[in-house]
């Protein structure tokens, strides 16, 4: 019997329904109290999966996350609904039916996939892992559109469906992995894999290297709510493309080729772009987009003179500039009335907390301020603000 198997049974999903939302604090009772009339290892178990449920609840949000099951790896990995009903859509957006989803893991995105209409082949390697996707497409009740297969992914023919999805493995027994030809299967297996298909997708680390991506795919950096989630190489779309989207939206930028941006003075407004921007180096699209440049040469914040609505940046009045000093910057903080700070960094070794500390060690107000720590041509250099609208009184740069 596996290990997810008792939890199926009538008495293991009682169990479940038991412990539904059992906070961490409340654990031992719990547990102790059904111990009595159940099998110590599978009120462990049920337990266990409660707090995988919780934590997955930020993913797959508690609706689907109460009914689904969960590995701690799972968990971890898998990737965010929201970033997973994008891609399906798009998969639907470009005709696909069918999909060969290689190293499904617990099945998120097999389960977005087949929630866009589309029939699933699931597959990853791991016993437990592919019982864990079986179950949650049953759960869910899309057991109709989604095989779940225990198989070397590099074993099995694709040439049925009309696109695969690749999601290799990024972490080992150190943590996570860099190099793109250390995923489990490699990247230049993955490649393969979809340039032998109609359409592909493969999904990989954000921080992967702009001159490792093949020339024959596109590829798409996505951001949920301002944090990078992932990166996709498009197969069979448009070859060398480069695009940002963020989500919820979804809004996308596609890049033009735009040479690095000028770099001139702090104007009134500073924007910080998107992270997914950032990482799809189309800091110069949203530049243009906003007639600015940037503050310093290596660092992207975008300066402007006049404020422009963007989804794809974060727009702050800047309301004083002045040479990195601890002492000055706690002296305005005073006269400004700031009680609480906010500290962001881009090209410097200060760490945000230490800072804060130093400055506002307590609040001298009802007044709130952004203080960035940063460089400008160069030099050191704090730039104060507020999100643009909600800039505190006046000051003058320095």
């Not at 996570?176 to 894999?193: C, N, Q, T």
Request: charged share 25%; aromatic share 4%.
């Amino acid at each position: 019997m596996t290990v997810l198997a008792p939890l199926l049974t009538p008495e293991g999903r009682a169990l479940l329904e038991a412990v539904r939302g059992t906070a961490p604090a409340d654990e031992l009772a719990v547990a102790t109290r059904l111990r009595r009339e159940h099998p110590t290892e599978l009120v462990s178990a049920a337990i266990g999966q409660a707090r995988l449920r919780q934590r997955a609840a930020v993913k797959f949000g508690a609706a689907d996350a109460e009914r689904m099951f969960f590995t701690p790896n799972g968990v971890e990995q898998s990737t965010r609904a929201s970033v997973a009903g994008h891609r399906a859509e798009r998969m639907k957006a470009l005709g696909v039916t069918s999909v060969a989803d290689l190293c499904c893991g617990i099945g998120g995105d097999a389960i977005a996939l087949a929630r866009a209409g589309i029939r699933v082949l699931a597959v990853d390697r791991d016993p437990a892992t592919a019982e864990v996707a079986r179950a949650n497409a049953e759960a869910l009740g899309l057991s109709a559109l989604i095989e779940v297969r225990e198989a070397d992914v590099t074993e099995v023919d694709t040439g049925g469906y009309d696109a695969v999805f690749v999601d290799p493995a990024r972490r080992g027994g150190r943590g996570r992995i860099f190099d793109p030809e250390a995923y489990s299967p490699p990247l230049s297996w993955a490649v393969g894999a979809a340039l032998a298909a109609p359409r592909a997708a493969l999904k990989i680390a954000p921080g992967v290297p702009h001159e490792a991506i093949p020339a024959e795919a596109e590829a798409e950096w996505i951001s949920d709510g301002g944090d990078v989630k992932e990166a996709v190489l498009w197969f069979g779309t448009e070859p060398g493309a480069v695009r940002a989207t963020l989500l919820p939206g979804p809004r996308t930028l596609l890049g033009r080729g735009l040479p690095d941006p000028h770099v001139r003075p702090v104007g009134r407004y500073l924007y910080e772009p998107d992270g997914a921007v950032i990482r799809a180096h189309l800091v110069a699209d949203v530049a243009e987009e906003l007639d600015g440049g940037l503050i310093d040469e290596t660092i992207a914040y975008v300066t402007a003179d006049t404020l422009r609505p963007t989804p794809y940046a974060t727009a702050y009045e800047i309301t004083d500039r002045l040479p990195f000093n601890v002492k000055r910057l706690k002296s305005l903080l005073r006269e400004r009335g700031v009680g609480i700070l906010t500290v962001k960094k881009r090209g410097s070794a200060v760490e945000p907390e230490e800072l804060r500390k130093k400055v506002l060690p307590k609040g001298h107000g009802p007044h709130s301020a952004t203080v960035f720590l940063t460089r400008v041509a160069g030099a050191p250099t704090m730039l104060v603000g507020a999100p643009a609208g909600q800039a505190v009184t006046a000051g003058g740069a320095s």
